[in-house]
């Protein structure tokens, strides 16, 4: 006697098949449409005549979008995408599936190319200008001559592909075409190009300022080589350096012909400096983007302790006046004494103004500033 | 005085040691005149800034040129297939690694062949081409040119290299079938152009990669000739 379990699995299996494809061709069937265009499904084999309802996901669609069993929809736009089906008046048969996608042909790709590796090869990447709304697919061709040459496609990013040099210093130009379709069009764009025009490094990486002590007026900036470049032995980099403080908009640039740190020398003391750096192969191609940018700011002195200062030069000072000077905030603790001198030089002599200011109030009664003190008579006021 | 250029500072037993070799094969070694490496190095950066000037020159050249010659030749996307005529112009297109493993020698050898012929070329340019001032132009680029070549002698003789003999191939007037028409005569100064022009981006990376090489190579390439 024949095992029943396989033969049962069998049956189970067939239905299951048939069951899916049938469902399959019901389900899998996509349909794009233009915007603005009108579009006209019919329910499957149905008659004209025939009592259908069409939902749009899973919503019931009103008869007046309806020509008979046929569902009309005029200039359609982005939201009427969706799936779209079709039953039986009476007995909800499922009768036609479809996914409506409402999209846009493509426009024409922006396509770039560009050698950051020189001279290894170079690298093309693409993007549309906008989107299309439904799937695209993408395809990029290089000739080189009368070669056809491959570009292998990048996992990521993903719109971009590389091709390595086979030739160095070759004359004639590139060719590469990037043809982009989906299915309510296709459009393309061709770059042209000689070898050495699309050498472009990538930004030197990790820029370093720092400030050099006990030199208020410097600060010491070192780089290093794209690690993208791979042989800055026989294709030496130039570098490109600008440098400004925080506080004004003007760059200041310096063109260094090899090495990968300068030292600032105009630096302004104490402002904070915003740095960045550029690359360039010697002699072809153009600069690289600027690197990121560093903050420094030039070595500066401690500042000294002020209040201290002002007890000891004119401890009278307070009591003279009868206004409430506002108290000085807790100064930081003092840390060198090089600035004492000028500090108490320029204490003093405010303090000296302030004292003979407050000396002639009290002698010409105040409002009478045109009196210069040495004069001595001022006519006699009442104190106020 | 030798040439201890690229030593690290500090490294005095490495000095020691190398003085040391280097004048136990004194007697062996021709007179090492100090002057002669340094001449290398300042002679091979010189030829470098002359391949940079003739380079900027040429850019100028190349486009009152093209002009002359009218469209399709100034036309920037012009990428015309390469004819065989055009084969007979020494071509600076190379193999990466055939290039990096050029020996010096080599490099310099086919720098000055390449120069000597596109300067036949050049000279063999139509005396009665376009504007004066075109011509002009192109009878000072001529004589750059041809300080390129003396230049680049002048650093294989610093070096001990022998000359090329001679240009490779007929010279251009006797060898080469005349243009059997206008528009094919415009195309072979077209690619002249180019491969002048791929020719000194070319050297700009040789001499590059001989500034970086030749001066304390030098030193050793001679005590090794002589059996160190």
């Known amino acids: 006697m024949a095992n029943p379990i396989p033969s049962a699995c069998c049956v189970v299996l067939a239905v299951v098949v048939v069951y899916a494809q049938r469902h399959s061709q019901q389900d899998s069937h996509i349909q794009y449409e233009r915007v603005g265009a009108d579009v006209t499904m019919k329910c499957g084999s149905m008659d004209w005549d025939a009592a259908v309802t069409w939902t749009a996901n899973g919503t019931d669609i009103d008869d007046s979008h309806l020509n008979g069993s046929y569902l009309i929809l005029k200039n359609v736009d982005l939201t009427q995408s969706g799936q779209y089906s079709c039953y039986e008046g009476s007995s909800w048969h499922l009768k036609y599936q479809t996914n409506l996608r409402v999209g846009v042909p493509p426009k024409e790709p922006v396509l770039m190319c560009r050698s950051n590796n020189y001279p290894k090869g170079f690298y093309c990447s693409w993007h549309l200008p906008s989107p299309t709304y439904i799937p695209n697919s993408f395809n990029i061709s290089v000739i080189h001559g009368t070669r056809e040459m491959v570009c292998e496609k990048d996992i990521f ?87 400004r403080p925080l506080i004004l908009d003007q760059w200041q640039h310096v063109e260094l012909s090899d090495g990968t740190s300068h030292t600032i020398t105009d630096a302004y003391a104490g402002k904070e400096y915003i740095i960045q750096v550029a690359a360039k192969d010697n002699d072809i191609g153009t600069w690289s983007d600027w690197s990121v940018a560093v903050h420094a700011t030039p070595w500066t002195e401690e500042p000294k302790h002020l209040t201290t200062e002002i007890q000891i030069i004119d401890p009278h000072l307070s009591q003279r006046s009868g206004d409430n000077l506002p108290q000085p905030p807790p100064p930081p603790p003092p840390h060198s004494l090089r600035t004492l001198p000028v500090l108490s030089l320029f204490i003093s002599s405010i303090l000296h103004t302030l004292r003979t200011y407050h000396a002639s109030r009290h002698r010409c009664g105040g409002g009478q500033s045109h009196h210069p003190p040495s004069r001595g008579t001022c006519p006699k006021k009442p104190r106020r | ?28 070694v021709p007179a090492l005149n100090g002057t002669e490496e340094l001449g290398a190095g300042q002679s091979i ?9 003739l380079e900027h020159q040429l850019r100028t050249l190349a486009g009152t040129y093209l002009n002359y010659l009218g469209p399709p030749f100034n036309e920037p996307d012009f990428n015309p297939p390469r004819l065989a005529r055009a084969e007979r112009l020494p071509s600076a297109t190379v193999d990466l690694d055939l290039w990096r493993g050029l020996t010096d020698n080599a490099r310099l050898a086919a720098n000055y062949r390449a120069y000597s012929r596109l300067l036949k070329y050049l000279r063999g340019l139509d005396s009665q081409v376009g504007t004066v001032e075109l ?38 007037s006797s060898g080469t079938p005349a ?50």
């Open chain 2, 45 to 53: 950066q010189k030829t470098y800034d002359l391949t940079r000037y």
């Open chain 1, 157 to 243: 990013p993903k719109n971009r592909c590389h091709i390595r040099y086979l030739q160095l210093f070759s004359t004639v130009k590139y060719k590469v075409t990037l043809t982009v379709t989906n299915a309510l069009g296709k459009n393309s764009t061709t770059l042209t190009f000689d070898e050495f025009a699309i050498v472009k490094p990538d930004p030197p990486e990790s820029v370093v300022a720092k400030p050099v002590p006990n030199n208020p007026r410097r600060l010491e900036v070192s780089w290093q080589n794209p690690s993208s470049w791979p042989d800055p032995e026989s294709f030496p980099l130039k570098f490109f350096l600008r440098y």
């Open chain 2, 1 to 28: 005085m030798l040439n201890v250029a690229g030593e690290p500072p500090g490294d005095s037993w490495g000095i020691f040691a190398f003085l040391c070799a280097a004048l136990c094969n004194l007697p062996t």
């Open chain 2, 179 to 228: 243009a059997p028409n206008d528009f094919l005569k415009k195309m072979d100064d077209f690619w002249l152009l180019k491969e002048l022009q791929t020719w000194l981006w070319r050297s700009a990376k040789d001499f590059n990669r001989l500034k970086k090489k030749v001066p304390p190579a030098v030193v050793t390439l001679r005590i090794e000739a002589r059996g160190f």
């Open chain 2, 135 to 172: 011509r002009h132009r192109l009878g000072h680029f001529c004589s750059s040119l041809q300080g390129l070549v003396l230049s680049i002698a002048g650093v294989m003789s610093s070096l001990g290299y022998p000359l090329p003999a001679g240009p490779a191939g007929p010279p251009p």
